[in-house]
């Protein structure tokens, strides 16, 4: 292995890279896939990320083609992991003859239960940004039993659904904003229940509901006077003015949170009630609250993280209608290794390999719904441990 | 007065009857005065407007300064005779040596208690759009007490004020989106207290906050199968999959709302439970639901509508504190002369004569802040019946 360091925002040095080279891995922040998978197009190179794919990424799909390049996204745990052993499930499934009637599933990364106390069993271990965003932007669409459901975003973290992983306990899931996005991708399209949600451990999206509630994860407008707010201070600018009642009072009549609530155990455990300097020059007050949950929530030697993924699926078979739970559980292996990086990388690097023993006969922009992507990496995943539980009942 | 039929989107005919006038009164809706403004702007000619000063209206300062030109904008009465009072007691009161500590301003068009009984005293007496969208886009901002507060939008109809109009009883007040916008323009850059608000009779919001919270009145995506939609299939969109739970209690229960409350009759009363079809091709949830409303919300020949005005204002003088409000009350005199229209009208047309007659000196852009439009616009209106309820205490 060789390390060059470099700026890749530089043209020249970009451009050189990526000439050196016969496959490009990005795991570059998403908005900078784009810069990388324009020179691998022109310089006749394949490409391979973890990330969502882009509306920019899939219009290179027929010149990757014609190139004879292939562009291979979504190659991580989530997205990638679920599309994977979801296509695995549902390829055996229909080769007997069954009819797909429900599909959903969650993935999240949490802490796992061998971590010191921590009243929300998490910490980031992803992208902070995109957790305290997550959701945001719009409402979650869902389809269910047939129906068109959609929820607004600030009742989101209340429309949960409880969730148990034989072994590790029980989990809430919240609805992601794409559960109709992979649709056609998994052949789905006209199945009756089609959700996709996000694993917390179970209390976790009340208390984050509060954030949601107060209006603490908006993005959209600048905070005043940020150089000098405190924890308290921000919490209390959501807050109705009152001459004398405090800011834990105001919260907890506002909400309707009563007194000897966990809600109010999360959010001084998180140190909100303080009043610690934000420490912040300024910012929206997304950007606050991702400074402060940081203090708390970031990773420490003794944190083990834990990656939870959840595939339900009902079919119907031979007159019979079943229930299949797959689940899957992996902890980190240590401060470095944590369940995220690898469970992410690792499928990248399989993807690469195959990629570059030119095993992969596709071409163009494509995501690991295909068997020559899924089967071999989920067998190499399985030799090292990353294997779904499966439980079929019949209903 | 004479009246010429034509279509204002063709350049020709707009040009035209720019041209034949000295003064242009645009009453459009307010994404057409631009168009109007350009024209008056390169023909030289004066244009009165009732609506808000748009970034590009301002733009046109300078250049219509230029050519001798006065752009008279926010000249109705939310926003126009607002400005005007407003403007009437400030001048007073500092022309005492007054202090302002406390600015709020609120104001609503809602029914007369004289109309048929309506659990919401509301129907549309303004563009119903506008009604359905209001408070949504963002957070709503205002200072109090020296502090800055932040309201996510789906919280604006729970956080309202009771406010009472002497002999016209309780009202209660939502926040609108724009309160610190014409802090510069009343002279309050320092004030602790800054709040403008939307009148409505006590249990509006409560009830339209059902909407909010279910994400009705979101304008961002389009619904699904509307052709096919009836009301309670509009209503059940919202609400979570259940194979035998009625949309009622489904209701009541996500939003923790009794079965005896005042809500479950308002929304009745809109028949939103029914299974009336809403009659549209196509909407977003926020046109479904005017769709709806607008079948209940239209006036009859028997309403009475009525246009609520409070400004409450604490100020310091000679070392005592006193509290001012100053309300007005306008009601419709009958089915065409709504008190909504000739509230709105009456200003525009007052402000064009005092335009017309060259008796504003200003010129550029202006709304009516100025005492050359409010001094004679406040007295004419005062001539016919248009009159503030003043009323000081000392603290």
Not at 8 to 15: N, V
Not at 333 to 342: E, G
């Amino acid at each position: 292995m060789r390390v060059v360091p470099g700026d890749l925002t530089q043209p020249e040095f970009l451009e050189d890279i990526v000439a050196k080279h016969d496959v490009v891995v990005s795991m570059l922040p998403a908005f900078m896939h784009l810069p990388v998978a324009e020179r691998c197009l022109r310089l006749g190179k394949h490409l391979i990320t973890a990330s969502y794919i882009s509306s920019e990424m899939q219009s290179m799909h027929e010149a990757a083609r014609a190139k004879g390049l292939v562009f291979v996204n979504e190659c991580g745990v989530d997205p990638g992991i679920d599309h994977m052993s979801t296509m695995d499930i549902l390829h055996r499934l229909r080769g007997q003859g069954a009819e797909i009637t429900s599909y959903e599933s969650f993935c999240g990364g949490i802490l796992a239960p061998e971590s010191p106390t921590n009243p929300w069993s998490y910490k980031f271990t992803w992208n902070p940004r995109n957790v305290v965003l997550a959701g945001s932007g719009g409402a979650v669409h869902f389809v269910q039993e047939g129906k068109f459901k959609h929820i607004p975003y600030h009742q989101v973290f209340r429309r949960t659904k409880f969730l148990d992983i034989p072994g590790y306990g029980r989990f809430e899931g919240y609805a992601n904003r794409d559960s109709l996005k992979y649709q056609s991708a998994y052949g789905l399209e006209n199945v009756g229940t089609m959700y996709r949600g996000t694993l917390r451990r179970p209390g976790f999206c009340r208390a984050w509901d509060v954030f949601v509630k107060l209006g603490a994860t908006d993005d959209s407008y600048p905070l005043e006077r940020v150089d000098r707010m405190t924890h308290r201070d921000f919490l209390n600018t959501f807050l109705a003015y009152h001459p004398t009642d405090r800011v834990e009072l105001k919260l907890m009549h506002y909400l309707n949170i009563s007194q000897d609530s966990d809600l109010m155990e999360k959010l001084e455990w998180l140190g909100l009630f303080t009043d610690e300097l934000v420490g912040l020059e300024q910012g929206t007050p997304a950007q606050v609250l991702q400074h402060i949950l940081m203090k708390k929530w970031t990773m420490t030697d003794a944190d083990v993280d834990m990656l939870a993924m959840i595939h339900r699926i009902e079919y119907r078979l031979e007159g019979s209608d079943f229930h299949l739970q797959s689940s899957l559980i992996a902890k980190g292996k240590s401060a470095d290794v944590t369940a995220m990086s690898y469970t992410v990388g690792w499928p990248v690097a399989m993807a690469t390999r195959l990629v570059a023993l030119d095993l992969i006969p596709e071409r163009g922009v494509v995501m690991p719904n295909i068997p020559s992507l899924y089967e071999p990496i989920l067998r190499e995943l399985g030799e090292r441990g990353i294997r779904f539980d499966e439980r079929i009942q019949r209903r």
